[in-house]
């Protein structure tokens, strides 16, 4: 029997405060109360956070697979985005 | 292992122009211990297998709350009680992650559940047992979670990114676990003659099941390759459970237990245990639905998802009702 699909949210935790939120994996539920809820019940239950985030998972908009290269390989060349390119003589100290 | 079904060869061949270029970057990423994502491409069959696998493993998980639920009202103490409560609700997780890890492939858990449901999907062979005392909830802890850790550690480093996820938070869990069986086997091995009684013959009762789990003997298992060549599978049925025996028999042996494998003896030479031939055609026959609890299981779960079909239909209806009065709030305004 294949009933009518819950939606899918996705789910996001914060640790402890000061961290961010990280995505930790989704719950089907028909509304954002209960996606909290599934999300508490499901991914928390050993103290893992103090807070949750629930997102449709139909409203994250994600970079193609095919892109990562035209997307992220140029910055690989760019050496001089890095501290560590320039040379600061050893008696300048540390900078 | 709760994927021993597995045991046929995906043969089909779906594969379209262009595909061998993409399959070479496909394997290298695999050789290269990077994992597959989501939405990398992957070959069908790749997909297929692991929707098999994973969709196996989570309908396991969410059966394998039945033979420990039926202790749960019986627990001999508050402290046994919350504890199996606990990892009841652990199982439960572990299907929710799966189901999860499966649907980043494209297939809708309703599907899979309908697979599970109509018995088309399998599930571990050893969830068909019956739990008969307390003690059954002891040895489950102890055998058949230990078994699973010893199969999941390595799926922890498969090459599919969201299954190894999932499965790093599974192992994490499990081991409480199986703590929580082997200290309930301790306590009945400490306790009375009739205690310990009742802690031998679940061992008895369950040593076999537990072994059968791995699935079947290398030589007869013939999905391998594939699963090897893309890192879904590290190391063989027969070399996981090798290394389960060689971890679990001296835990017996501490217990003051005997194993009901007159075969079973250290192999000085090697270090390793060896045992007794399995009856592979039990194994056989409780996979295909022959089982002592095969039939109540599934009528339980129909059943279970019957009577909760219209807490799902109203929590649907409200959602949509409160969808539209937002709607219409907004266009009042």
Redesign the interface.
């Known amino acids: 029997?294949?009933?009518?699909?819950?939606p899918?949210w996705e789910v996001f935790i914060r640790p402890r405060s000061g961290l961010p939120h990280r995505h930790c994996?989704?719950?089907?539920?028909?509304?954002a109360t209960?996606a909290l809820q599934a999300a508490r019940?499901?991914?928390t239950?050993?103290g893992e956070s103090v807070s949750i985030w629930v997102v449709p998972s139909a409203a994250i908009i994600?970079s193609?697979?095919n892109d990562k290269d035209q997307l992220f390989e140029p910055t690989s060349t760019k050496v001089y985005r890095h501290p560590t390119f320039y040379d600061i003589p050893d008696e300048v100290g540390h900078m | 292992m709760y994927t021993q079904a597995l045991n046929t060869k995906d043969t089909s061949d779906t594969s379209r122009p262009g595909d061998s270029a993409r399959l070479a970057v496909f394997q290298a990423t695999i050789d290269a211990e990077d994992k597959i994502e989501a939405n990398d491409w992957m070959p069908e069959a790749y997909r297929r297998t692991l929707v098999r696998q994973i969709s196996q493993h989570a309908h396991s998980e969410v059966i394998g709350m039945q033979p420990e639920g039926n202790w749960l009202t019986r627990a001999p103490s508050l402290r046994r009680k919350a504890a199996l409560l606990a990892k009841i609700q652990d199982e439960a997780g572990h299907g929710l992650y799966l189901y999860a890890a499966a649907e980043t492939l494209g297939v809708r858990r309703e599907e899979l559940y309908a697979q599970l449901l109509s018995g088309k999907a399998k599930y571990s062979s050893i969830f068909n047992y019956p739990t008969e005392t307390w003690a059954d909830i002891g040895v489950i802890g102890w055998l058949v979670d230990g078994a699973a850790i010893m199969n999941q550690i390595p799926l922890c480093r498969c090459s599919y990114g969201p299954y190894a996820r999932a499965m790093i938070r599974v192992c994490k869990e499990e081991s409480f676990h199986q703590r929580q069986g082997y200290e309930i086997m301790l306590t009945l091995c400490r306790g009375t003659a009739a205690q310990k009684a009742m802690a031998q013959d679940a061992l008895n009762r369950w040593w076999w099941p537990a072994l059968m789990m791995f699935g079947p003997s290398d030589t007869d298992s013939i999905h391998s390759a594939d699963s090897v060549r893309w890192k879904i599978k590290r190391f063989s049925n027969d070399e996981l459970r090798q290394r389960f025996i060689d971890a679990t028999v001296p835990q017996g042996l501490h217990l003051g237990l005997t194993f009901p494998d007159p075969a079973l003896r250290l192999d000085e030479a090697s270090g390793h245990w060896q045992h007794g031939e399995i009856d592979w055609a039990e194994f056989k026959r409780v996979l295909a639905g022959g089982g002592p609890m095969n039939a109540q299981r599934l009528a339980h779960r129909r059943q279970t998802e019957d009577d909760g079909a219209w807490v799902r239909e109203a929590a649907l209806a409200f959602a949509e009702k409160r969808r539209q009065a937002k709607v219409t709030r907004v266009a009042a305004e």
């Open positions: 029997m294949v009933e009518t699909a819950m899918i994996g989704s719950v089907h539920a028909p509304d209960l019940d499901v991914y239950r050993r994600a193609d697979p």
